[in-house]
């Protein structure tokens, strides 16, 4: 994957990406007064360390449309607003050198996207909203790389890496349902964030933003379904913003 992939996703998400980062800046402020020691000395040497997590993220679609959807008689619009979600996993963290982590952590996803259709009728345009409801277990695995402690009790990471989706509230399986839009129940997904880490004297607290990008086409065809022939395709996309606590 090039830079134009990334720069693109600044580009998408960069009010969000500026938000976080300003929040960040305050907290170092109101907090680097707090900080009279050096705090957690052992956790630089740990070779494995656990923690949990948990936030919320901001999911749609990416929606490509199809020929059908340009010659079509009754569908004028049809878009794919973000919607909150929750989250919550379990950190797992390798040292692979002084400045780079290996991470794992396992997300159960509570998140549900939407698909509005804006249709035209006598009475004037009417928005049908199609929801469609998602239980998400999350495999990402990403390389983390963090630089050297600064004000003692602070750290700044970027990452990178993948995840793999499983959601097993799919409505692929479904198939007597003709009035749905189906969704395969498997994804990849390209992500990347940055964070920061507070040392406390007992824990690390780290608030962190995280895109993610689906790779694949995620919408499963439904014949004579007027709501589906306007799709070509639905990739997933996701902001998330977690708050880790790490030991």
């Known amino acids: 994957m090039d830079t134009t992939y990334f720069r693109r996703l600044f580009y998408l998400y960069r009010r969000q990406i500026s938000c976080f ?16 020691q050096k705090n957690m000395l052992r956790h630089d040497s740990k070779r494995i360390h656990f923690g949990i997590t948990t936030g919320f993220n901001l999911t749609n679609f990416h929606i490509n449309r199809s020929e059908a959807f340009v010659n079509h008689d009754s569908i004028k619009v049809v878009n794919s607003p973000k919607k909150p979600g929750f989250i919550v996993g379990i950190v797992s963290d390798l040292h692979l050198g002084k400045h780079t982590d290996l991470r794992f952590i396992p997300t159960l996803i509570l998140s549900d996207k939407y698909l509005y259709y804006t249709e035209y009728n006598i009475d004037g345009d009417e928005v049908v909203p199609k929801i469609v409801e998602s239980i998400i277990l999350n495999f990402p695995i990403s390389f983390k790389y963090k630089s050297d402690r600064f004000y003692d009790n ?94």
């Open 21 to 36: 980062a300003f929040l960040l800046c305050c907290l170092c402020l109101l907090t680097d007064n707090a900080q009279a």
């Open 154 to 247: 602070f750290r700044f990471y970027v990452l990178s890496g993948a995840r793999f989706d499983w959601d097993f509230s799919s409505n692929k399986r479904a198939r007597k349902a003709t009035e749905i839009v189906k969704i395969q129940p498997f994804d990849i997904a390209a992500e990347v964030g940055m964070g920061l880490e507070f040392y406390f004297p007992l824990f690390i607290f780290a608030p962190e933003i995280k895109i993610s990008q689906g790779i694949f086409n995620t919408h499963v065809p439904t014949p004579n379904l007027r709501y589906s022939e306007v799709l070509e395709s639905l990739r997933s996309k996701y902001i998330t913003i977690s708050f880790q606590f790490e030991g």
